[in-house]
């Protein structure tokens, strides 16, 4: 069965401090991977996808199916990145998105 | 592209009651796909239609339905309610396979 692990629920770094928040999933085949954001009061919206390989507001996430992970890291965190992170996957030439738990960005100033 | 919208925004019904969510994609997405978000958990996939057609179904009972319309609207109907249906529910509408979906701001539904 598909599955999407994201092991906390919170994570609280300083302004400036490197950011990574965890995802791990389970599939047997080859999955699409994504990063979706939701700012306080804002609808959820897609952060970056893997087959892109792009860079969006900084966060970066590189797909590794030896580990089965789709991390996603920032070097600096902002206050603005403060929100609500989810890690999703979906299956061949599916739209079906398999959601994980979320984790909640805290950033201090 | 924002121009996902749902009704209404909050909504408070009775265990056994019926209920019909509304989704309007965006001109042009002829796919919507519906999905459950239970208080600190991430969104479950109902289902999905395209073209009016359901077109994949998540872990749901049947008293969950759908209907998609040839002007992008869909509803999202639920018989029998239970408390553990209350939830954010959320619609996200996109153009085709593959591409971006568009989520809307949800309807939150308490059951009582």
């Known amino acids: 069965a598909q599955r999407v692990t994201q092991p906390e629920k919170l994570l609280s770094v300083f302004k400036g401090a490197p950011v990574e928040l965890k995802c791990n999933y389970s599939?047997?085949?080859?999955?699409?991977l994504f990063w979706y954001v939701q700012y306080s009061r804002q609808r959820l919206q897609l952060l970056l996808r893997?087959?892109s390989r792009e860079s969006i507001k900084g966060f970066t996430a590189d797909l590794n199916k030896g580990e089965t992970s789709f991390h996603l890291k920032k070097p600096f965190a902002q206050e603005e990145d403060s929100a609500m992170y989810y890690c999703?996957?979906?299956?061949?030439?599916?739209?079906?998105?398999?959601f994980g738990t979320g984790t909640r960005l805290q950033v201090f100033p | 592209e924002t121009g996902v919208t749902q009704s209404p925004t909050h909504l408070i019904k009775t265990r056994g009651q019926q209920v019909t969510l509304r989704c309007s994609s965006q001109s042009g997405h002829n796919t919507v796909s519906w999905y459950q978000q239970a208080l600190g958990q991430g969104p479950q996939f109902i289902f999905q239609y395209y073209r009016e057609e359901e077109n994949g179904r998540g872990n749901f009972p049947p008293r969950f339905s759908g209907l998609q319309f040839p002007n992008y609207s869909s509803e999202l109907n639920v018989n029998a309610l239970e408390l553990d249906d209350s939830a954010l529910y959320l619609c996200?509408?996109?153009?085709?396979?593959?591409?971006?979906?568009?989520f809307g701001p949800g309807t939150r539904l308490l059951v009582l």
């Open positions: 996200a509408s996109t153009r085709k396979d593959g591409e971006t979906q568009y």
């Open positions: 999703a996957l979906s299956t061949y030439n599916t739209d079906k998105l398999i």
């Open positions: 599939y047997s085949g080859s999955p699409e």
């Open positions: 893997h087959i």
